[in-house]
């Protein structure tokens, strides 16, 4: 099983700011296997970006992904009000589909 | 429009069953793979099963095993989660999860159900 550690636990951010969450694999994955989320409370998770930083349907390019091997980064270039939430990475490469611990984008 | 509507979900008393219910619709329902995610309020989120675009291939994650069977109806366009002796560590949020490639190719999450709450209480 690919273990995925998120970093950190949580990031407290100004609107306006840059926020780097980071996911770290047990073993190497290719970056075609690699996903991430956001969850608001009380809502479903909404996918954000997948593979080598495509996006989903409807997320802004402020949301980016990169990083190769066993290190991952969801980079969000400027806070919005909105973008405070809970972001998940995950793997897809292989089963069992793991997902990080998460990590909280709160306000500063 | 992709939509996945859960239902099924509510309070059962430990060892007892549940069976929970996924009817999709928006999509090409026979050309994807499905999922169930769990998440325990307030934590983070777990995998729980798998089943294939045709139904032959059937997946769980290492605690479920033997105790919940994943099916489908393409007919119906429905997803089931059977759920047997249930424990107090089953409490959840289910989530029904569309793969988001088509047929036996892996992909992520691309769209996701609201998911229904199952309490395992006595």
């Known amino acids: 099983e690919i273990v995925l550690t998120q970093s950190p636990g949580t990031l407290s951010l100004s609107t306006g700011e840059r926020a780097t969450l980071s996911c770290r694999a047990s073993?190497?994955?290719?970056?075609?296997?690699l996903a991430w989320y956001q969850q608001k409370p009380g809502q479903a998770p909404r996918l954000l970006i997948y593979?080598?930083?495509s996006r989903a349907t409807g997320v802004p390019d402020r949301f980016s992904g990169g990083g190769s091997g066993t290190d991952f980064t969801l980079t969000i270039s400027r806070l919005e009000p909105e973008d405070f939430a809970v972001y998940y990475c995950q793997q897809f490469a292989t089963s069992p589909r793991t997902f990080g611990q998460g990590t909280k984008v709160e306000i500063k | 429009q992709v939509q996945l509507v859960e239902s099924g979900g509510g309070v059962v008393q430990p060892g007892r069953s549940l069976r929970l219910s996924c009817a999709a619709s928006?999509?090409?329902?026979?050309?994807?793979?499905m999922h169930w995610v769990r998440q325990v309020p307030g934590k983070g989120l777990e995998w729980v099963a798998l089943?294939?675009?045709?139904?032959?291939?059937?997946s769980y994650t290492d605690s479920v095993k033997g105790r919940f069977t994943v099916s489908r109806d393409t007919s119906k366009k429905t997803v089931f989660l059977q759920m047997n002796s249930l424990r107090a560590e089953d409490t959840a949020v289910y989530y029904c999860v569309k793969e988001g490639r088509s047929l036996r190719r892996s992909g992520p999450f691309d769209y996701w159900g609201q998911g229904t709450l199952v309490t395992v209480s006595s």
């Open positions: 089943i294939s675009y045709d139904g032959y291939d059937k």
């Open positions: 073993q190497t994955i290719s970056n075609d296997y």
């Open positions: 593979g080598e930083s």
């Open positions: 928006g999509f090409t329902f026979s050309s994807y793979a």
